[in-house]
């Protein structure tokens, strides 16, 4: 079956940051599937190369990986600059990378605060800058930032990090506004509650199963594989007039409330 060219990506070059696991691997291996060149980076050598490795079985051209600390400056340098050295351009980028401290705000240290909010945002917005420049160099590009359902409503006991992907939707919409006269689109996605290595300890305490799963419309959490619809539909043609939103993915989640009202109330 041939592929509808609206949604095709094939042949792009795709840079993933933070995608030797979870949310990232998952994008990543969806665009990897369907004939982009990806590459991936991540913090961690072994598990970046396994996930390569996984992947590269399952797609039509190798992935590439390079380690790469979004906190360090030099290194997204040098690696966007080995990339497009490489490739000859970065058609898009998904940034991923991402951490979080669950402690109520009193508790926050100020190394707990620099770690998420370094990496959400500041780490985010070096490596969107320098993907940036090569895109408005070349007058074309795409970037996709991962942002939370905390950009909407803030959930207790997490306030660096909601804070710093409040600041990453508002960087989403700062640089479509720029450099959208550059050819270059920039969007989000939101995803809602999903089950990836890093969550799962959380989500299997059966008060917070039920109550994630009585406030989805869809009645489960998510899975790291159902943003990669939403990746590849912002890094295709058909996403071409799409630039500066937050394409939510949480099963409805954000519709509104389920409340325990008594039937003999309603």
């Given at each position: 079956m041939s592929v509808d060219p609206l949604f095709d990506v094939a042949g792009q070059v795709v840079l993933v940051a933070g995608a030797s696991r979870g949310i990232g691997q998952a994008i990543a291996a969806?665009?990897?599937?369907?004939?982009?060149?990806?590459?991936?980076?991540?913090?961690?050598?072994?598990?970046?190369?396994?996930?390569?490795?996984?992947?590269?079985?399952?797609?039509?051209?190798?992935?590439e990986c390079y380690v790469c600390d979004v906190l360090n400056p030099?290194?997204?340098?040098?690696?966007?600059?080995?990339?497009?050295?490489?490739?000859?351009?970065?058609?898009?980028?998904?940034?991923?990378?991402?951490?979080?401290?669950?402690?109520?705000?009193?508790?926050?240290?100020?190394?707990?605060?620099?770690?998420?909010?370094g990496i959400n945002l500041k780490g985010a917005?070096?490596?969107?800058?320098?993907?940036?420049?090569?895109?408005?160099?070349?007058?074309?590009?795409?970037?996709?930032?991962?942002?939370?359902?905390?950009?909407?409503?803030?959930?207790?006991?997490?306030?660096?990090?909601?804070?710093?992907?409040?600041?990453?939707?508002?960087m989403v919409r700062a640089l479509a506004?720029?450099?959208?006269p550059a050819g270059v689109r920039v969007n989000g996605i939101a995803p809602g509650f999903i089950l990836t290595d890093l969550t799962k300890k959380l989500?299997?305490?059966?008060?917070?199963?039920?109550?994630?799963?009585?406030n989805t419309p869809q009645r489960r959490l998510g899975v790291p594989q159902d943003l990669v619809g939403a990746a590849l539909f912002l890094a295709s043609p058909a996403a071409a007039f799409v630039t500066?939103?937050?394409?939510?993915?949480?099963g409805g989640f954000s519709a509104g409330?389920?409340?325990?009202i008594p039937a003999e109330s309603q």
């Open positions: 969806g665009f990897a599937s369907r004939g982009a060149q990806v590459i991936i980076t991540g913090r961690v050598a072994e598990t970046l190369a396994k996930a390569a490795a996984a992947m590269s079985a399952q797609a039509a051209l190798p992935v030099i290194a997204i340098r040098e690696t966007v600059a080995a990339v497009v050295q490489r490739h000859g351009a970065i058609d898009t980028l998904v940034q991923v990378a991402g951490v979080n401290r669950r402690k109520p705000a009193q508790e926050i240290t100020e190394e707990d605060y620099d770690t998420v909010v917005f070096l490596m969107a800058q320098q993907v940036g420049q090569a895109m408005i160099a070349r007058g074309s590009g795409n970037q996709i930032h991962v942002t939370s359902l905390n950009v909407d409503r803030p959930l207790t006991g997490v306030a660096p990090y909601a804070m710093s992907k409040a600041g990453l939707q508002q506004s720029e450099w959208g989500w299997s305490d059966a008060t917070m199963a039920e109550w994630g799963r009585i500066g939103i937050s394409l939510v993915v949480d409330w389920s409340w325990p």
